[in-house]
């Protein structure tokens, strides 16, 4: 080989080491910056999984509140429940008080006069009764009444009363009351066959 092709041989081997090493810098530039891109990438991944977690964190300390506030919620009200359980009479036996001060006055009375006894008597039945409509509580009425099941029991049937007395009450033996319009027992009569 002569010294010109050796020269040129040597040129290109030059030619394609710049190749090579301009081609490894542009990979190595390509490397930089996918690396850079990455580390980015990593940065704000780790900082999202940062906010996630933070977030996941307040609404974990959110629901434990929630949850520890609806436990107290639920005994509250238990214990207001068994509270009125136990003293939900208290308004009933309040008003009753006076109309037992009155028997034990009408009672601790000498007098032997029946008519003054039974004066005294009807004076404490009526304020008797007037404290119970006060607490919501009514007669159920019987007399002449058409006989419905959802306030009267019938416990005895009368026949031969003739047919304007069919389905009507006759009698009525034990009165029947109701509280805020509920029955609170049904009155017991006999009906007309």
Partial sequence: ?????????IEEEDVKTEALNEETNENEAQDAEKAEEAQEDGAEAAKETNEEKDEAEEWKDKYIRLYA?????????????AELILNGGEKSITAILPILDDFERALADNTEEAAAI?????????KFIKTLEGLGI????????????????????????????????IDCVQTGYTLN???IRHAKVAVGQ
């Fill in 69 to 81: 506030e609806f436990e107290n919620y639920k005994k509250r009200t238990l214990k207001e429940k």
């Fill in 138 to 169: 009514r007669k159920i009425e019987t007399e002449d009444q058409d006989f419905n099941v959802d306030f009267h029991e019938a416990i005895a049937m009368v026949p031969g009363m003739g047919d304007d007395k069919k389905g009507k009450i």
């Fill in 1 to 9: 080989m002569s010294k010109n092709n050796k020269k040129v041989e």
């Fill in 118 to 126: 039974k004066e005294g008597f009807d004076l404490i039945f009526k």
């Fill in 181 to 183: 319009d509920k029955v």
